[in-house]
């Protein structure tokens, strides 16, 4: 008998959503066929570069809300998570804390051309409890 995926986490780089949120979309069309939730979470930095950015959790919170707003996941329900800290681990800890059955997620820095696999991506995959589909640029 299949898993249900009732939740999904679907981590999104704010940074690069110009070049690539192919993940974003396949979370959002994941969640419509299999009628489950979607939790759009980003990580900001511990320490923000900015100095324009005085408040990082509502700067990174508004930017989100944004970003969903600008690419809306008709007929679902969403929520929106700020974390801040290393990427990897943050990913992998709210998947634990929230229970998710499935995290999608892009496979890399669309910088970085070198890598087979995303560091980031590598270290969810690794350690994280429930299913990961890491879909390609």
Same mark, same amino acid.
């Given at each position: 008998?299949?898993?249900?995926?009732?939740?999904?986490?679907?981590?999104?780089?704010?940074?690069?959503? #110009?070049?690539?949120?192919?993940?974003?979309?396949?979370?959002? !069309? +994941?969640?419509?066929?299999?009628?489950?939730?979607?939790?759009?979470?980003? @990580?900001?930095?511990?320490? !923000?570069? *900015?100095? *324009?950015?005085? %408040?990082?959790?509502?700067?990174?919170?508004?930017?989100?809300? &944004?970003? /969903?707003?600008?690419?809306?996941?008709?007929?679902? !329900?969403?929520?929106?998570? /700020?974390? &801040?800290?290393? /990427?990897?681990?943050?990913?992998? #800890?709210?998947?634990?804390?929230? #229970?998710?059955?499935?995290?999608? +997620?892009?496979?890399? %820095?669309? &910088?970085?051309?070198?890598?087979?696999?995303?560091?980031?991506?590598?270290? @969810?995959?690794?350690?994280?409890?429930?299913?990961?589909?890491? @879909?390609?640029?």
């Amino acid at each position: 008998m299949p898993r249900q995926t009732r939740l999904i986490l679907c981590p999104v780089n704010l940074r690069h959503l #110009k070049v690539e949120y192919n993940a974003y979309t396949e979370a959002v !069309e +994941m969640a419509q066929r299999r009628g489950a939730r979607l939790i759009i979470a980003t @990580v900001a930095p511990e320490i !923000e570069r *900015n100095l *324009n950015i005085y %408040n990082s959790d509502a700067y990174w919170g508004d930017e989100l809300r &944004k970003f /969903v707003a600008a690419h809306p996941a008709e007929g679902i !329900e969403i929520d929106l998570v /700020v974390r &801040k800290g290393a /990427v990897h681990r943050q990913i992998v #800890k709210l998947a634990h804390e929230r #229970k998710v059955d499935l995290i999608v +997620m892009e496979a890399a %820095n669309p &910088k970085v051309q070198d890598y087979l696999l995303g560091t980031t991506a590598s270290h @969810v995959v690794t350690h994280a409890e429930c299913s990961v589909y890491v @879909v390609r640029s």
